[in-house]
């Protein structure tokens, strides 16, 4: 094998024709001239196989608009690589990355910043604490809405607490409703809101059932226990229980509700001692 010499490889040399050598570096960048700058944010030369070019395209709609030109964009495909014959466009569907349908030869524009001039060090650490102060002072004031309860700042339609503000707030409405309704189990939503102007049906609907799950805990428990040693926490709950799941007053109470909700195992602990005090009898 002989060698040649690099002198007469560089008098061989000529510029021009830089994408000579890539044919489909050429037709990308010729793409928009090719199709035209709308055109082509919607489709892309991707492969060149053979004398076939296949081209990417946002959907099968635009795969078959192209078709109908491809008559005009193989002239234009030949004309910008005369050293690779194209005589097939071959189109599919595929996701476009951006630099894909980003017209080519156009440099994006960004965005000026202004130059400031760099701060003075600080002096000593309490001169950079200091500085932090101010500047957090500075983006407290910009806030538009805050937090009712902690102040922190909150986000554009993010209500008038933080998240864990109103998570806490939600546990006391709930732990104040579970009270309410263990004092008085027979109060509806409607009368437990006068008490509770900010409670919403969901919330009492979940302190509800709540209730009525640990109540029939208790219950349960009794009902093992054969209900002999029954305390009268047991028989309040009981009554409770009643009310809360039935939700009538004391003095709709009648022993066919009692023994449809508690069964004929726990109805006795509900006859002695009524709800907080009064009497449920037969």
């Known amino acids: 094998m002989s060698l040649r010499p690099l002198r007469a490889a560089l008098d061989a040399w000529s510029p021009g024709g830089g994408n000579a050598g890539?044919?489909?570096?050429?037709?990308?960048?010729?793409?928009?001239?090719?199709?035209?700058?709308?055109?082509?944010?919607?489709c892309a030369p991707v492969e060149l196989h053979g004398d076939a070019l296949f081209i990417a395209t946002r959907?099968?709609?635009?795969?078959?608009?192209?078709?109908?030109?491809?008559?005009?964009?193989?002239t234009g495909v030949n004309r910008c690589a005369p050293g690779t014959p194209v005589a097939r466009l071959m189109f599919r569907?595929?996701?476009l990355r951006p630099r894909e349908r980003r017209p080519v030869?156009?440099?994006?524009?960004?965005?000026?910043?202004?130059?400031?001039?760099?701060?003075?060090p600080a002096a000593d650490a309490w001169d950079a604490l200091e500085r932090v102060r101010r500047r957090?002072?500075?983006?407290?004031?910009?806030?538009?809405?805050?937090?009712?309860?902690?102040?922190?700042?909150?986000?554009?339609?993010?209500?008038?607490?933080?998240?864990?503000?109103?998570?806490?707030?939600?546990?006391?409405?709930?732990?104040?409703?579970?009270?309410?309704?263990?004092?008085?189990p027979w109060l509806d939503y409607a009368a437990?809101?006068?008490?509770?102007?900010?409670?919403?049906?969901?919330?009492?609907?979940?302190?509800?059932?709540?209730?009525?799950?640990?109540?029939?805990?208790?219950?349960?428990?009794?009902?093992?226990?054969?209900?002999?040693?029954?305390?009268?926490?047991?028989?309040?709950?009981a009554n409770s229980y009643v009310l809360l799941r039935s939700q009538l007053p004391p003095g709709r109470i009648t022993p066919a509700v009692v023994r449809n909700l508690l069964g004929p195992e726990l109805e006795r602990l509900t006859v002695s001692v009524g709800p907080h005090g009064g009497r449920v009898e037969e």
């Not at 957090?136 to 607490?161: F, I, K, Y």
């Open 22 to 42: 890539e044919p489909l570096a050429a037709i990308a960048a010729a793409w928009p001239e090719i199709v035209g700058p709308k055109v082509a944010e919607q």
């Open 59 to 74: 959907s099968s709609a635009w795969s078959q608009q192209l078709q109908l030109l491809s008559t005009t964009i193989l």
């Open 93 to 95: 569907a595929a996701r």
């Open 105 to 120: 030869g156009h440099a994006a524009k960004l965005p000026v910043r202004r130059s400031e001039a760099p701060p003075e």
């Open 136 to 184: 957090l002072g500075r983006l407290r004031h910009s806030v538009r809405a805050r937090c009712t309860d902690c102040g922190v700042a909150l986000s554009a339609g993010g209500g008038s607490r933080c998240p864990p503000c109103a998570s806490a707030a939600a546990d006391a409405r709930s732990l104040a409703t579970q009270r309410v309704l263990y004092a008085t």
């Open 192 to 237: 437990l809101r006068e008490q509770l102007p900010a409670l919403a049906p969901a919330e009492y609907e979940g302190a509800r059932r709540h209730l009525l799950g640990r109540w029939w805990s208790i219950l349960e428990r009794a009902r093992r226990a054969g209900g002999s040693a029954a305390s009268g926490f047991e028989r309040r709950i």
